[in-house]
């Protein structure tokens, strides 16, 4: 069955960094856009990052542009989102998912697959 387990979350001072992880299994991962969404409490699923199955395109919510960056590896199965000069609102349940056909989308919907989220928090 398909897993995706992300690792990496933990509490951060603001302006800290966090390096989240994301391993995939039970899909062909050099064919699908990973994506990188994140649920602040008391709100909705948003979207944060996406990765195409090549790496070429890349998309950023304006909210952490300059700030995050997203990679993958092919070999390994596994997807980086790379959080600097974290601050406060970025405290949420970060998600990892998958879209196994299509392109970057930075819309919950279109993705099929889902982590079960590792939980960040920025202290000020």
């Known amino acids: 069955q398909v897993q995706l387990v992300e690792s990496g979350g933990g509490l951060v001072q603001a302006g800290g960094s966090l390096r989240l992880s994301c391993a995939a299994s039970?899909?062909?991962?050099?064919?699908?856009?990973m994506g990188w969404f994140r649920q602040p409490p008391g709100k909705e699923r948003e979207f944060v990052a996406a990765?195409?199955?090549?790496?070429?395109?890349?998309n950023f919510a304006d909210s952490v542009k300059g700030r995050f960056t997203i990679s993958r590896d092919n070999a390994k199965n596994t997807v980086i989102l790379q959080m600097n000069s974290l601050e406060p609102e970025d405290t949420a349940v970060y998600y990892c998912?998958?879209?196994?056909?299509?392109?970057?989308?930075?819309?919950?919907?279109?993705?099929?697959?889902w982590g079960q989220g590792t939980q960040v928090t920025v202290s000020s």
């Open positions: 039970g899909i062909t991962f050099s064919n699908a856009v």
């Open positions: 990765i195409s199955w090549g790496g070429s395109y890349i």
């Open positions: 998912a998958a879209r196994v056909s299509g392109l970057n989308s930075v819309t919950n919907l279109k993705y099929d697959y």
